[in-house]
């Protein structure tokens, strides 16, 4: 009986722990989106950035850089994904690195970023970043 319940117990925890992971990927509803960063850990904060006209902005600390998630204003569903990352100098000389980012797991922190693009723009190419 007390092997049942621990089994039932691990059980239960382990689909627990499962359910508050989300990936989070374009057409992703925004509130989904925010509760499963929310649920992982992740702090929101901000950068001085204005969205695109139909879009809002959520800023997440990730590591050591930014998620930057846009959505669309009326269906507040994930329209893009930005991960940006400045080094460590004064904001007048330092560098900054914008990547778009095709996924994030905010269990695992897995993040698939796009890495390359074709002559036209469009995206050929994305690896893997765990932070």
């Not at 809002?56 to 050591?64: G, I, M, N, T």
């Not at 990352?85 to 993040?111: H, I, W």
Request: aromatic fraction near 10%; glycine fraction near 8%.
């Amino acid at each position: 009986m007390q092997r049942l319940l621990f089994l039932f117990g691990f059980v239960w925890l382990v689909s627990c722990v499962c359910v508050s992971a989300e990936v989070l990927t374009n057409d992703l509803s925004m509130t989904v989106a925010s509760s499963a960063m929310q649920k992982a850990g992740y702090a929101k904060t901000g950068l001085d950035m204005m969205p695109r006209a139909g879009e809002d902005l959520q800023f997440w600390r990730v590591d050591r850089g930014v998620l930057i998630v846009s959505c669309a204003t009326a269906s507040r569903k994930i329209v893009r994904m930005t991960f940006w990352y400045a080094d460590e100098r004064p904001k007048g000389t330092r560098q900054t690195f914008e990547f778009d980012v095709e996924s994030f797991d905010t269990g695992t922190g897995l993040m698939t970023i796009r890495t390359r693009k074709s002559e036209d723009g469009a995206a050929n190419g994305s690896l893997p970043v765990v932070h």
